[in-house]
C-alpha cells in the first residue's frame, strides 16, 4: 500500500513569493495534518484538517492557508513568504479526526527561501 | 511551544548496546507517542502509551510513562546500526488527540 506522498520533495522560492505544497493522504484516511520542521527542532503543529474541515490550527501567522479536497488529499499555502519559513513541511494522515490514532507521516518538503 | 524535552540531545553507543532515551513533558497529557526520523525526512511512528499505561513493548523497543513525574523513557535493546536517528517524543493532550506536540529530539548514533 502506497504511503503519506507529498509533494515536491525540495523547493526554492525567493521572499514575499507564494508556495503550495501538495499531500496525499493513505487511502482511506480522512484525516490530515500539517507540521513545520525547522533545523534541529521538533516538528509544530500547523492545521489539522478532518472531512474537508479545518479542525485544528497551531500558532501560525495568516500567510499559512490549507484546504482538504473531496478525495481527502490537501494543499498547504503560505504566502508573502520570510526567510524564517524555510524548513521540512510534513503532512501525515490518520484515520480518523479524533481519538487515539497513529499518524503516519509522509517525507516531507524541504522549502528554502532565499 | 515545545511540550516534551528530550534528554539527552546526543547519544554515541556501539552496535549490541542498549539505548535509553528520556523525554519530560508539562502539562496532562491523553497519550504519548515516540517517532524515529532519519536525516530529516518522514517520521516513523514507533509506539503510541496511553496516559493509563504505564508500561509498553514492540519488539526490541520498550517505553514507560510516568505521569507523576511526567515523564518517559524510551529503551532500546541491542541496538544496530540502522537504529541510527532521530528520536522524538510527542504528546497530545486535551481535547486534542490529532495535534502532537513534539520534543526537540534525540540524535541517537550507533557505531558498527
Known amino acids: 500500500d502506497a504511503g503519506v506522498t507529498q509533494s515536491p520533495t525540495h523547493l526554492i522560492k525567493t521572499r514575499g513569493q507564494q508556495v503550495t505544497l501538495r499531500c496525499s493522504p493513505i487511502?482511506?484516511?480522512?484525516?490530515v495534518s500539517w507540521y513545520q520542521q525547522v533545523l534541529g527542532q521538533g516538528p509544530q503543529f500547523i492545521f489539522q484538517?478532518?472531512?474537508?474541515?479545518?479542525?485544528g490550527r497551531g500558532n501560525f501567522p495568516d500567510r499559512f492557508s490549507a484546504r482538504q479536497f473531496p478525495n481527502y488529499s490537501s494543499e498547504l499555502n503560505v504566502n508573502a513568504l520570510l526567510l524564517g519559513d524555510s524548513a521540512l513541511y510534513l503532512c501525515a494522515s490518520s484515520l480518523a479526526g479524533r481519538g487515539l490514532r497513529e499518524q503516519y507521516f509522509g517525507p516531507g518538503t524541504r522549502l528554502t527561501v532565499t | 511551544s515545545q511540550q516534551g524535552e528530550e534528554d539527552p540531545q546526543a547519544l554515541s553507543i556501539q552496535e549490541g548496546e542498549n539505548a535509553t532515551m528520556n523525554c519530560s513533558y508539562k502539562?496532562?497529557?491523553?497519550?504519548l507517542q515516540w517517532y524515529r526520523q532519519n536525516s530529516g525526512r518522514g517520521l516513523v511512528h514507533l509506539i503510541l502509551i496511553r496516559s493509563n499505561e504505564r508500561e509498553k513493548h514492540s519488539g526490541r523497543l520498550r517505553v514507560t510513562l510516568d505521569t507523576s513525574k511526567k515523564s518517559s523513557s524510551l529503551l532500546i535493546t541491542a541496538s544496530r546500526a540502522a537504529d541510527t536517528a532521530s528520536y522524538f517524543c510527542?504528546?497530545?493532550?486535551?481535547?486534542?488527540?490529532?495535534?502532537?506536540?513534539f520534543g526537540k529530539g534525540t540524535l541517537l548514533t550507533v557505531n558498527p
Open positions: 510527542a504528546t497530545s493532550s486535551g481535547g486534542s488527540n490529532y495535534k502532537l506536540t
Open positions: 487511502s482511506g484516511h480522512k484525516s
Open positions: 484538517y478532518y472531512e474537508k474541515e479545518e479542525r
Open positions: 502539562t496532562s497529557i491523553n497519550n
